[in-house]
């Protein structure tokens, strides 16, 4: 896989701005490659920024996803080119020419300072496109508060002056002259070593469908579009109500797989994410009214990954989401009440039943985003008959034009946690093709030398307007009078927009006019904008850790907005609060220390195969550590996939790569018994054969895999005629003969997943039993197969099977949990006996054979690697990721990563894609020559600890440890700075810095100060 | 124009209103249709249910002879419009001898669809000589004639508009409902009374619901149904009338009582107090 | 198998009292026939019940729609000629037109219809086949059908009328019947189709129908 270009360019370009192609972008920018992000749209978010709240744990989506766009807003390696689409790409791997059109905004991004006046005198309301055209937008707009870039736009369909060439207000009144009528598409040209597409999807039902009346009926809505209902940024600002007249709803209702598993209307396949789509939407429906009802309709709970039968669970017990499992034809409304009526069959009555709704959200699936099936003809790219960039599962992020990857909902329809892991391999791929060019384009930034400061503090305060955001509610002049009142207040002034880039140089030069040594912005957030500001510190030559920010915006004028006076008054306090702090304040320095530039993969199956691979490709040394004898993991038991492909063959290919790979030492038969050091500093001990080696790595990667759950049930092990699915179909392979002797086989699934003692999904089952029924009726049609199941879950494109398998004439019966199937031999015979479902009979059924869908367990060394290196898992053994959503393949301690079924149950492309995405998070460590510590981290006085554990136990990413002297020492490289050890420490020996005890007191004494006054 | 003309067997009797009122409007609309010779019956619903290949056949014959007579075929009932269409693709698929010369190369239309061309709706329109105001309605199409669409060509199946097009050109007022495509029960009623009348009744209650005063339908059988169950019944009854019936009264100055003698639920009053008579 | 394998088995058996059907070894032969003869997709079938919650006499059947397409998938070729589900049935289509899996389930109910009127078991609902039998006799006799004559000939069935008047509609049916008269709906006489010796002759050729 190495690069077969000499002197390719460290450009990629990446299209689209959604969460993959973000992540996608910050990844390689963050390995040492310069990014052109390419959005059609006027802003980054794509989808996710269009949720409200993220299942499981309930986030906040935007309060997630704007740190990420604030990230990829300020990257100096990442050009963000919005309204643009490439028009061609042409050259080869290593070196790509795009052909890039910039459509005209119309507003000009640099002059804009996102004062909002345009919208505000904009006559023309245009149906909101990103809240599903339920609210009004104007036609000069700002798709969403935190868009990335945070500047206004002119939509010229509906602009007045664009269209009839009436109107012109919003340049008349621009105060910052950015309004441009006359501004054309631009064409750019610029080459990129590699391309990925990252283009999303969107929702594949419209009107024209005419499906359950949606577009004929106001109350019947997509489940997007039910999202920004809910949205506090949305059109009714988060309160539940519905369209046709306001109403507060009492009783919701989802309909799942709309235009999804639909063979007639050609959308044969899953869209894989609805499920637990319409889960979260019932719960947070239930939370924002607990007395409103919701039913979801439903053929199948797809709740596949880690932790979502959970979530299903807990929603029907805890929540009282009522599930029916009956799908829908038809929604009917009632004239009276604008009600909807779904009618269903009640099986226990025999009778027809009419149940009313206020509202009905259809889950409906996806398809490619809207004009992806151009970009895939521009780029010769070859998508699958439903649109999407379909791959082979050994090389799961590759298109069909070498140089050019894909990742996210244009692969396949897929949540957030697999678009982000896929994104990380599309990266880990292209920064692999082009690895020599590394830090050739990158911009690297110089730091700036700290000018000597006077001893005695001298603060400026510098008050927003935030254009109107601040200055129209609260009283400037009054507040700057009383600032400029306050001790060692040497300056103070306002600004309208003090975030603007030319507001900066004025800040810098005023700081070195006035002497200032603490600065005080009073303006939006310190979230968003801390940062920038501590920019302009340094390029004034002045500590940035002597900045603060007083968040009048946030916690005054936005919330106080009906009560100027009180606003102004709170303003005032926070300032007062903020100066009192930056007075305390003291300069702080980041430490640097070189980065060992060799990784460590733990487990050498597929996963970490494929992860050492991934870093070793790229020109750094891996450490592959494996337990057994041999590579290749339990995928090596694996004869076939149910597309059809080899994992063995894929196995050797990667056995025979690994060990003669220059750049990787293969341990067999070794475990890691040892491990310390800290992010790109870690030091460890590999056992081999009682042999102790040790080793430096800067960064691990957790690959331990999983091994097959052991039946206990269903006479297993007691009668040879019962097998596993691995069994099954080992034998299908080696024993031809006897697979065509076969008359009737019985499979049973969720074995040893769902149940009560391991509550996971195992996710491939279903897949695996479709693809052996299917194996068995190649092998012999006139077998008779039939399969027992709770769910049937095979989800994206694997659905097709799931039909084939059906028209082959694979029978399938559901059971539940209460009546499970009984397996038992009469007198010689084996007999089954269930219950089916949908007919209401009980069937007797003497098969052959019994082939059980035995689930995935943890592998056997992860405890002991959790253990070592501190890492949480799951209550199933599974390890547990920094973030569900954001970070999945990321441990919370800095430097360790995670790959294949350590995580979760997986498939064999799935698990490749999340190596490859480890290997490159670990990448972002291993080509840096040196890391900086946070200057803002947790210090122990060595003389008040009484080394009593207390901080090494909370320590969420295991910083803390007892030193050679016996008290405790926190790395500053492995500190988060968090703040839970300086507050649990009983000996108040643990110091923040940047928070310390001085520097909240004083903030506290002074805010209380007026307190004490009105007293 | 020309078209042939296949009317069906209920046109004769229990249709006859629908007969005359599609008599009165195509000569209005100066609209040729010529009767298919010596037409005969479709097989309706019972040659499809105990003899498919009779469900082919039977039909097969009028379109043979509307083929000698080289003109496209107009099909007022929904039943026989279904049927046709069937027998078409099933000719065209070749599926089995037929005893007639046929090819299935004709045109077959549902009278409301080809009436509801947007020429045809304009041509209607100005046609209108007393504009249906203040009539408020619902517009019921029933199975045969939407469903299922791959023999229909309805792709608008769940919310046809062929009929609420045509109403609206006369000037009544369309009201939406959401049980344009729901069985009345067809002939079952015969047989088993109870099933029928469940679903016919429904279908009442849910015009009224929509605040219809009358309910617009193109299906002789349909019409029996909905008709025939309000006998006797008092509570507010909906007169159910064929869209040409509509259309006959749209396109006269002054309509005559007489054109509704046959109805069960005499629209008389309703029609006379919006002055429409 | 020793004494923890009986244990094993002890716990494992069914209890006696319930019924069960076995899956047999009749195969695919009658999915396949009904398959070939409609070109319908049985086999596809996911059981979402979407046709019977769209069916509107789903409530008059024995046999659900969902669950007769099953019982094809089973072969169950006699539950499904005996029950009341393919004479109740409307052809309303609506099953048909819903269904994700093109299965044509209005055409499989309808051809189970045609090959029960074919064999001799004595329909659920007798008088439904009664009155599309005599609706075929009526159109063999005269080309076309006249209501009249259609109702007339129904009414002299067997047990026909005997039901009607032990129902009491009997007197209302005929009140109905004369109104009709009266207001010129019915005629008692019609006008003949010259193509009765056609359809006829087509009659008996069509006896060689695979049904």
Redesign the interface.
């Known amino acids: 896989m190495e690069s077969y270009l000499k002197n390719p360019v460290g450009k990629v370009i990446v299209v689209g701005g959604g969460i993959g192609g973000i992540q996608c972008a910050l990844d390689l920018a963050d390995t040492g490659f310069y990014v052109y992000l390419i959005e059609k749209s006027h802003t980054l978010g794509g989808t996710m920024a269009q949720l409200d709240k993220t299942f499981p744990t309930n986030d906040c989506s935007t309060c997630m996803f704007s740190p990420k766009l604030v990230q990829v807003a300020g990257h100096a390696n990442i050009e963000i080119l919005t309204t643009s689409r490439i028009l061609e790409l042409n050259g080869d791997p290593g070196l790509f020419t795009a052909h890039i059109e910039k459509r005209a905004r119309y507003i000009n991004e640099e002059k804009c300072i996102t004062c909002g006046k345009c919208a505000e005198k904009c006559p023309k309301k245009v149906p909101d496109p990103f809240n599903g055209e339920l609210g009004m937008r104007k036609a000069a707009f700002l798709t969403f508060p935190q868009a990335v870039p945070l500047k206004y736009a002119i939509d010229a369909e509906h602009c007045l002056y664009l269209t009839k060439g009436k109107c012109g207000v919003c340049q008349k009144i621009c105060p910052a002259d950015a309004v441009e009528y006359d501004q054309k598409p631009e064409r750019l040209e610029i080459d990129a070593g590699a391309v990925v597409i990252s283009t999303g999807f969107g929702p594949a039902l419209t009107a024209k469908e ?1 499906e359950f ?1 949606y577009g ?1 009926y106001q109350n019947v809505v997509t489940s997007l579009q039910y999202e920004r209902m809910l949205s506090a940024t949305g059109p009714y600002e988060g309160h539940l109500k519905r369209p046709s007249d306001g109403k507060i709803p009492q009783n919701v209702a989802w309909i799942q ?1 709309v235009m999804s ?5 050609n959308r044969p396949f899953c869209s894989s994410v609805c499920c637990m789509h319409a889960a979260k939407q019932a719960v947070l429906t239930r939370t924002h009214g607990p007395d409103t009802q919701t039913t979801i309709y439903f ?1 199948d709970i797809r709740a596949h990954g880690k932790g979502f039968d959970d979530f299903v669970d807990r929603a029907r017990s805890i929540h009282g989401v009522r599930y029916r ?12 009440n604008d009600n909807l ?1 779904i ?3 009640d ?1 226990h009555l ?3 039943k009419e149940e009313e709704y206020d509202l009905v959200v259809l889950s409906s699936g996806f398809k490619p985003s809207d004009g992806f099936i151009d970009l895939s003809k521009q780029l010769g790219l070859v998508a699958n008959p439903y649109g999407f960039l379909t791959t082979e599962f050994d090389e799961p992020v590759s298109t069909s034009r070498p140089g050019v990857f894909v990742c996210g909902g244009i692969e396949s329809p897929k949540d957030i946690p697999e678009t982000v892991i896929q994104a990380g391999a599309a990266a880990a791929e292209a920064s692999i093709l082009i690895s020599e060019a590394r830090h050739t384009e990158t911009v690297v930034e110089e730091t700036l030398e700290e000018k000597p400061i006077d001893a005695a503090p001298r603060v400026g305060v510098l008050v927003c307007h935030c254009g109107t955001n601040i200055a129209g509610v609260v009283d400037i002049q009054n507040v700057l009078e009383d600032v400029k009142r306050l001790p060692h207040v040497v300056f103070a002034t306002d600004f309208i927009f003090t975030c603007s880039t030319e507001t900066q140089q004025t800040i810098v030069d005023l700081i070195k006019k006035h002497r200032l040594n603490r600065v005080v912005v009073a303006a939006c957030s310190p979230k968003t904008h801390e940062p920038l500001f501590q920019e302009t510190l340094r390029d004034a030559g002045l500590n940035p850790y002597l900045f603060e920010l007083a968040s009048i915006r946030d916690q005054c004028s936005w919330v106080h907005g009906n009560n100027p006076e009180k606003a102004t008054q709170k303003s005032k306090e926070l300032i007062r609060a903020s100066v009192a702090r930056s007075i305390r304040l003291e300069p702080l320095y980041e430490k640097s220390y070189p980065v060992v530039n060799e990784g460590l993969v733990i487990g050498g199956g597929l996963a970490g195969m494929t992860a050492a691979l991934t870093i070793a490709d790229q020109g750094f040394h891996v450490h592959l550590v494996e337990k057994s004898d041999g590579l290749g993991g339990f995928a090596k038991n694996l004869k076939f996939t149910l597309e059809g492909h080899s994992p063995l063959r894929l196995i050797r290919y990667l056995i025979e790569r690994v060990t003669h790979h220059p750049n990787i030492s293969v341990y067999l038969n070794s475990t890691l018994v040892s491990h310390g050091g800290h992010l790109g500093a870690f030091n460890g001990t590999v056992e081999k054969k009682g042999e102790r080696i040790d080793i430096q790595y800067g960064a691990v990667i957790v690959a331990t895999g999983g091994r097959p759950y052991e039946p206990k049930e269903y ?1 297993y092990g ?2 040879d005629r019962i097998l596993t699915q691995v069994e099954f179909s080992k034998r299908l392979l080696d024993d031809p003969l006897w697979a065509r002797q076969l ?2 086989i019985v499979m049973i699934q969720c074995v040893g997943s769902r149940e009560p003692d391991f509550p996971y999904c195992s996710r491939v089952c279903c897949s695996a039993a479709v693809k052996n029924s299917l194996q068995l009726k190649e092998m012999n049609p ?1 077998a ?1 197969v ?1 399969m027992l199941y709770r769910d ?1 879950r095979t989800f994206g494109f694997k659905e097709l099977y ?2 084939k398998a ?4 694979v ?2 019966f ?1 059971y539940i949990p209460e009546e499970k199937p ?4 009469d007198s010689g015979k084996l007999i089954v ?1 269930f219950t ?1 479902r ?9 098969p052959d054979l019994v082939v059980l869908s035995e689930g995935i367990r943890p592998g056997e060394g992860a405890q002991q690697i959790a253990r070592l290196l501190k890492l949480s898992t799951v209550d199933e053994g599974f390890f547990l990721e920094a973030h569900v959503k954001l970070r999945p393949v990321e441990f919370a301690t800095s430097g360790v990563f995670l790959a294949g079924l350590a995580h979760s149950p997986r498939f064999i492309d799935e698990s490749v894609t999340m190596a490859k995405s480890a290997g490159q998070q670990a990448m972002k460590v291993l080509c840096r020559e040196k890391m900086t510590t946070s200057a803002a981290v947790a210090e122990v006085d060595a003389e008040k600890c009484a080394a009593c554990l207390i901080c090494v136990r909370v320590c969420p990413y295991g910083a803390p440890f007892i030193n050679e002297k016996g008290v405790s020492e926190i790395p500053p490289s492995a500190c988060m700075g968090c703040g839970i050890c300086p507050s649990e420490c009983p000996a108040k020996a643990i110091e923040l810095k940047h928070s310390t005890d001085d520097q909240l007191l004083a903030k506290i004494d002074a805010l209380l100060e007026s307190a004490m006054k009105d007293d | 124009m020309k078209l042939s003309f296949y009317p069906g067997c209920s046109l004769e009797g229990m249709a006859v209103d629908y007969a005359r009122s599609i008599d009165a409007v195509f000569k209005a609309l100066d609209i040729d249709l010529v009767e298919i010779d010596d037409w005969s019956c479709c097989g309706a619903t019972a040659a499809h249910s105990l003899s498919e290949a009779m469900s082919v056949i039977l039909p097969a014959r009028n379109l043979s002879a509307a083929e000698q007579m080289g003109l496209d075929i107009v099909s007022p009932c929904a039943n026989c419009f279904n049927r046709l269409r069937f027998s078409q693709q099933m000719i065209q698929k070749r599926v089995l001898d037929i005893p007639w010369p046929v090819t299935g190369d004709l045109k077959i239309h549902d009278m409301t669809r080809f009436l509801a061309e947007p020429p045809m709706i304009k041509k209607i329109e100005k046609r209108v000589l007393k504009p249906l105001k203040g009539l408020k309605l619902v517009c019921y199409y029933g199975c045969q004639m939407v469903r299922p669409p791959r023999i229909t060509g309805y792709t ?1 199946y ?2 046809p508009q062929t009929l609420d097009r045509i109403s609206a050109a006369t000037g009544a007022q369309v ?5 344009k495509a729901t069985c009345c029960g067809a002939s079952i009623g015969i047989a088993r009374r109870e099933i029928g009348d469940s679903l016919t009744k429904r279908l009442l209650d849910k015009a009224r ?3 219809a005063e009358a309910i617009v339908v193109s299906c002789p059988l349909c019409q029996s149904n909905l008709d025939m169950i309000q006998k006797g019944r008092l509570e507010r009854p909906i007169p159910i009338f064929y869209f040409t019936e509509l259309l006959r009264l749209s396109f006269s100055d002054r309509g005559n009582p007489k054109w509704f003698k046959t109805h069960f639920t005499n629209p008389v009053q309703l029609l006379k107090t919006k002055s429409l008579l | ?1 020793n004494t ?2 009986e244990d ?2 002890s716990v ?3 209890k006696p009292t ?6 047999g ?1 009749r ?2 032969y009658f ?1 396949n026939r009904i398959e070939g003869e409609t070109g319908a ?1 049985v ?13 509107p006499v ?2 008059f059947m024995d046999i ?1 729609p ?2 007769a397409v ?2 094809v ?2 072969g169950w070729r006699e539950d499904l000629l005996k029950s009341s589900t393919i004479w109740v049935c409307l052809s309303c289509e ?1 099953c048909t ?6 299965v044509g389930v209005a055409e499989v109910i309808n051809h189970l219809r045609n090959i029960a009127a074919h064999s001799s078991i004595t329909p659920k609902e007798k008088n439904l086949a009664v009155f599309h039998q005599t609706f075929l006799e009526v159109l063999r006799k005269s080309g076309r059908v006249n209501e009249f004559q259609l109702m007339n000939a129904y009414y002299l069935k067997p047990n026909i009328l005997h039901e009607k008047i032990k129902s009491g509609s009997f007197k209302e049916e005929l009140l109905l019947g004369l109104t009709l008269l009266r207001k010129g709906r019915l005629k008692p006489f019609t006008s003949r189709s010259k193509a009765i010796k056609d359809i006829q002759k087509a009659y008996i050729q069509a006896r060689g129908e695979i049904v």
């Open positions: 005419g009346g004929r797989c598993r639909d063979p007639a209307r053929m499992r009956s799908m829908i034809s038809q929604v009917y409304l009632n004239p009276e009526i009618e269903t069959f099986h025999n009778r027809k006479l007691q009668d008359k009737r006139g008779q039939v049937v799931y039909f059906r028209q082959k004439g029978l399938f559901r009984l397996v038992y031999d006996d089916d949908s007919s209401h009979q009980d069937f007797c059924i003497e | 608008d769940e919310n009201i939406d409902w959401s049980y619901q929509a605040g | 198998m923890l394998a094993q088995k494992n058996q069914p319930k019924k069960r059907k076995l899956i070894d195969g695919d999915l997709n086999s596809a079938c996911y059981q979402c019940e979407r046709c019977t919650n769209a069916c789903s409530h659900k969902h669950q099953r019982y998938q089973l609506m037109t819903y269904c994700p899996n093109e």
